[in-house]
């Protein structure tokens, strides 16, 4: 007898018994791990059949407000662990969770949360304020505070007496469970549609490639908006059985003193977090001689600062993870083993993950030769949120168009070149803003080096540098061109070189060379 051939009541009790969501697979891990500490923030401290519990109740007071199954819920604050509960609520709940990057303001905000329709929004109380300055018309039929707000407040229902039982709802493994927007650095922001499917399927590709194992206690200081510390690190860590200490962001001195307190083995950071690190006066080794696992993403680290930070912290294992929000975000990953040979790579696709690096017309391009990586992969988006226009143009042939370039080697190891929209094409000749990057970082005086293109009435396109000295060092414009020009091919050297205090960075810590752009643009002539 075949599944088809059941009655409606047995065939709907294979169905919940095979069924695979993002709550089923919390609830195995809780059922392994009841005692253990999951999270903690502050002074508050979660075991997972705490966790389970609050996560249950507060999806109870979602679904008792009138939401429905496929309504959309906004999450607008910092770290906490109630933004954590928001976020598992809804996946049991069977609602989409809309995550809203916190330095967001007016007609920002008000775009993300009209485009996804949310019908409720949650936030941090003191960034009510920005909500009530969208006015009356903002489309949200709830609004309630993650911690200590109004009637409505996560924390208040998982911290309550109710119902901690799993709702009953139908709710399929291909329904969306989370709306992704990007960054919006060519145009408005686009909300890519997760899955609970392929959350899943990089919740497993990721504990392969990364290590996660349940004896990890980790440190997440990275904003949980961002795909990355929530999908890569905390997702993966509940899922096994591991303990997170949540904080709000990464202050380099609370850091220091919470890996050194709370023997913390696990941490990750985009680049511009870790030269932080090494850059600041409180950085000894010895305070995070715990520290077993370093991961490093969303931009990429520079070689010269790869080896300093191993120089100064050996025995830490490192681990490059490259992809993007679209593919929920990992893609490939670089694995400690792999570092001494190939550095600069982003490493080779992760398990659930197939890679090409293709033309214009989607021709593989043989080793060594830059194009454009496309990628295949259940972990994939199903698509743009009411964009059916921009989802057509980021697939081709079957394959996701990442935007990024690059090349893979002759074992299959794919090295990032660039953005596509960051490439600099300087008097016809295309130049790779990274190795311009990785060769100003091996001058003694540079903290911080940012490349981009900017207009220009010769070569139409200039290479620009935008640096940060280490403190008490110095060093000329002309000093840092003369030694590009002794390393690499003359019309790689920038024709500029800008000094600043520090680089501008959105709360992920990724480098926004769009900014730097804008306000070079004009002194530049364009």
Not at 116 to 124: I, K, N, Q, V
Not at 245 to 253: A, D, T, Y
Not at 289 to 308: D, H, R
Not at 488 to 510: H, I, T
Request: charged residues 20%.
């Amino acid at each position: 007898m075949t599944p088809t051939e059941l009655d409606p009541r047995s065939a709907a009790n294979v169905r919940r018994a095979r069924r695979e969501l993002i709550g089923d697979a919390l609830a195995r891990s809780v059922r392994r791990n009841p005692a253990r500490e999951a999270l903690r923030f502050e002074a508050r401290s979660w075991t997972y059949a705490e966790l389970d519990a609050a996560a249950n109740r507060v999806a109870q007071r979602l679904l008792a407000l009138g939401l429905a199954t496929g309504d959309r819920v906004a999450a607008y604050g910092r770290n906490s662990d109630a933004y954590v509960l928001l976020w598992l609520g809804c996946v049991r709940a069977g609602l989409i969770h809309v995550p809203i990057n916190y330095a967001l303001r007016d007609a920002e905000l008000g775009y993300i949360v009209e485009q996804s329709g949310a019908r409720a929004l949650f936030c941090d109380p003191d960034m009510a304020e920005h909500v009530a300055a969208l006015g009356p018309d903002l489309g949200c039929a709830w609004q309630g505070t993650l911690c200590g707000g109004n009637a409505h407040d996560v924390l208040a229902w998982a911290q309550a007496a109710g119902d901690a039982t799993p709702p009953e709802i139908e709710v399929d493994e291909d329904d969306i469970a989370q709306l992704l927007y990007t960054s919006g650095t060519t145009a408005a922001p686009k909300g890519a549609m997760m899955s609970h499917r392929a959350l899943l399927a990089e919740y497993a590709s990721t504990l392969l490639a990364c290590d996660i194992r349940a004896e990890d206690r980790a440190l997440a200081a990275l904003p949980l908006y961002h795909s990355a510390q929530m999908h890569v690190f905390l997702m993966p860590q509940l899922l096994v059985g591991a303990t997170t200490l949540l904080i709000q962001s990464p202050q380099p001195e609370q850091c220091f003193e919470l890996i050194a307190a709370e023997r913390i083995t696990s941490f990750f950071a985009p680049p511009t977090v870790w030269i932080g690190f090494l850059r600041h006066p409180g950085f000894e080794p010895a305070r995070l001689v715990s520290l077993q696992k370093g991961y490093y993403g969303a931009s990429i680290m520079p070689v010269p600062v790869l080896q300093e930070l191993a120089a100064r912290l050996p025995a830490l294992q490192l681990y490059n993870c490259y992809g993007q929000s679209e593919i929920a975000p990992l893609a490939t990953v670089l694995r400690p083993e792999e570092h001494a040979e190939r550095p600069a790579s982003a490493g080779r696709p992760i398990y659930m993950v197939e890679t090409r690096v293709v033309d214009s017309e989607m021709r593989d391009l043989p080793p060594g030769e830059m194009g454009e990586i496309v990628h295949r992969s259940p972990q994939l988006m199903s698509g743009y949120w009411n964009k059916p226009e921009e989802t057509a143009a980021s697939f081709a042939d079957g394959w996701f168009r990442s935007g990024d370039v690059g090349y893979l080697d002759e074992a299959g190891y794919l090295y990032i070149t660039d953005r596509i929209k960051d490439i600099i094409k300087t008097g016809g000749v295309v130049v790779a803003g990274r190795e311009v990057e990785e060769c100003l970082y091996t001058h003694p005086a540079v903290a911080e080096v940012a490349v981009i293109g900017l207009p220009d009435a010769r070569w139409i396109e200039a290479v620009v540098a935008v640096v940060a000295l280490k403190q008490g060092a110095t060093a000329s414009a002309e000093a840092l061109i003369a030694h590009v020009h002794e390393r690499l091919a003359p019309f790689k050297a920038p024709k500029r070189v800008y000094f600043v205090d520090d680089l501008p960075r959105n709360a992920s810590g990724k480098l926004l060379k769009r900014e730097l752009r804008e306000r070079y643009k004009a002194e530049a002539g364009g």
